[in-house]
C-alpha cells in the first residue's frame, strides 16, 4: 500500500466513498524505484564521487511535507554543507517524452546542467519556480537549490487505478538515468552551485496539500508554459466536470480574479469554504467560456 492506504475519509483519496488498495504505483513507487536504483548505482561508482551524496525517502509529505521538513531541522549533514536537493516525485508516466523539471530558478547553473546531461532528448518543460507540492520546497525554503523531476499529472492520481502495469518503465529508466548524471555533474563539480531566488514565490500554505477547504477537481498540465492555467482533465463526478470543462481548458479567470498560473488559481481557492458558487472563465481553442460552478469540500 502506498501513503493513502485503502483510501477513506481524510486518506487523501480521490475515489471517495472507495474501499480499496491505492497501489500508488506512481505516486511515489515510482520516485522511490528510481531512489534505490540510484543508491545501487552511486554505492558502485562511490570512488568517483567528490562529494557526498545522501539518498533519502521521505514520509508525510501529503500532510504538509512532514518528513523533509524535519529533516531541515534535524539535517544527517549541516545545511550549510548541503550544496543541492534533487527529488524525484510521479516519474513514471513519460508521455510524449515530455519531463518537467522545476527548480531551474534557483541556481544559474540548472538549465545548463539539464540540458548537457539530457543524452535521451527528452522534451524538457523547465520551470523556474524552487516552491511546489513536493519535498524539495522544504530545502528551497532554506536557501538550497533544488530540482524537482516530475512526468506530470493524471487520471490515476490518488486512486486505486494507480497501478505497476500503467507505469512507462522504459520512460522512467530515462528519467532516472538523467537524475544520475545530473547528480554526479554536481557532486564532481569544482565549486557549489550559487543559490538564487526564483522569480515566483509560494502561495499561502506553499507544501500543504491539506491546507485547502475546498476542491474544483482539475487536473493542472505542468507541462505547459501559457497565460493561465491549463487543466489535462477534470476528476469524475467533480465539480469542474459538472460545470462542463474539459482537458485542455486554459482557467484564466475564477470568480472574478485574473488567473495567470497556478498560483493564482490556489489563491483563488482559498478564499472559498464548500458549497460556493463560482464562475470559471476558460479558453477553449479560440472559444472563451463561462462556467458555473459549485465548490465541494476537499476530501
Known sequence: M?????????????????????????????????????AQYFAAHRGELKRTI?????????????????????????????????????????????????GMGTSPLWESAVRLENRDSLALKLKPDGFGPSDHASFYAKDIPVMFFFTNMHSDYHRPSDTWDRINYAGEQKVVELVQRVTASIANAPSRPQFTRAASGPVAGSGDRQGLRVSLGVIPDYS????????????SGSPAEKAGMKADDIVIKFDGMDVKNIYDFMRGLEGHKPGDKVTIVVKRGTEVLSLNAVLEARK
Not at 524535519?70 to 517524452?97: E, H, Q
Not at 505547459?224 to 476528476?235: A, C, P, S
Open 54 to 102: 545522501v539518498l533519502a525517502a521521505f514520509s508525510g509529505e501529503e500532510l504538509g511535507l512532514l518528513g523533509s521538513a524535519y529533516y531541515v531541522k534535524n539535517p544527517l549533514f549541516p545545511l550549510d554543507k548541503t550544496i543541492a536537493m534533487l527529488n524525484m516525485d510521479m516519474v513514471g508516466r513519460l508521455r510524449d517524452s515530455v519531463l518537467v523539471v522545476e
Open 2 to 38: 502506498d501513503h493513502l492506504g485503502m483510501g477513506g475519509e481524510g486518506s487523501g483519496s480521490l475515489s471517495p466513498g472507495t474501499s480499496a488498495i491505492h497501489h500508488g504505483a506512481d505516486d511515489n513507487a515510482s520516485g522511490t524505484a528510481g531512489l534505490l536504483e540510484l
Open 224 to 235: 505547459e508554459d501559457v497565460q493561465g492555467l491549463k487543466i489535462t482533465g477534470t476528476r
